[in-house]
């Protein structure tokens, strides 16, 4: 190899999966030998959002227990009583591209915050009000932040990294794939234990075979496996 291999990591804020895989990814940010980017991929954006009515609080309740049961995630459950309420995941994947645009270096570290206050404290992130505090602990202008937030441009790239999901083949997220050299290798659609990535990177980084066989779990939303 000539260039740093990169993990390529395809989820959203408000996917579950992703909330189970993210301290997997978090292990897999420590390694010195890759680095990890964040691509949103758009699970309910815009004209896709849906609200929060019987039918979605349920299939939404299903999961969510089936993510905590396969990965130890806690979840609040009781974010689900809400009613009025539309499950639209663009404004959060605008706040993802916008710490990346004023501190790239943040961009993960803040992905792992939107998750964590939706799915463990129950903080309604599709709500601009609530960022603020979500930022406070980050390397930003708050002023900036918040009318990058809101703005066309801001919008635009989230909207930009809809696109690029697509065209690297992310139908469902979490997706995993590292890119080395010109190559991009897929290293899991759907939710994947620690094991099977560093089964993987032994294999794709190291040029070694795995210590043990390379499986996972497919569990992805967004898609069927």
Known sequence: ???????IYIGDPMCSWCWGISPVVERLA????VSVSVVVGGLRPGP???????????????????????TGQPFDHSFLDRTGWVYDTEL???????MRELAPQETLRFFTVLQGAFYRDG??????????????????????FMRTLT??????????????????GALGFPTVLLRSDES???????????????NQLAYWVEGRQ???????????????C
Not at 1 to 7: A, Q, W, Y
Not at 50 to 57: A, I, Q, T, V, Y
């Open 184 to 198: 991009i290798q897929v290293l899991s659609r759907g939710y994947a234990a620690l094991d099977h990535f560093e």
């Open 123 to 144: 903080v309604d992130i599709t709500e601009p009000a609530e960022y603020p505090a979500l930022i406070a602990d980050f390397p930003v202008d708050p002023d900036d």
């Open 1 to 7: 190899m000539t260039t740093k291999p990169e993990i």
């Open 48 to 70: 896709g959002a849906e609200p929060l009515d019987d039918r979605l609080r349920s299939l939404l309740s299903e999961h969510w227990s089936q993510v905590a049961a396969t």
């Open 30 to 33: 420590e390694r010195s030998d």
């Open 151 to 168: 703005s066309d441009g801001g919008r635009t790239r989230a909207w930009e990294d809809f696109a690029t999901a697509r065209e690297l």
């Open 210 to 224: 795995p210590d043990s066989a390379s499986e996972y779990t497919c569990s992805v939303e967004g898609a069927d």
């Open 92 to 98: 959060p994947a605008i706040a993802v591209t916008t």
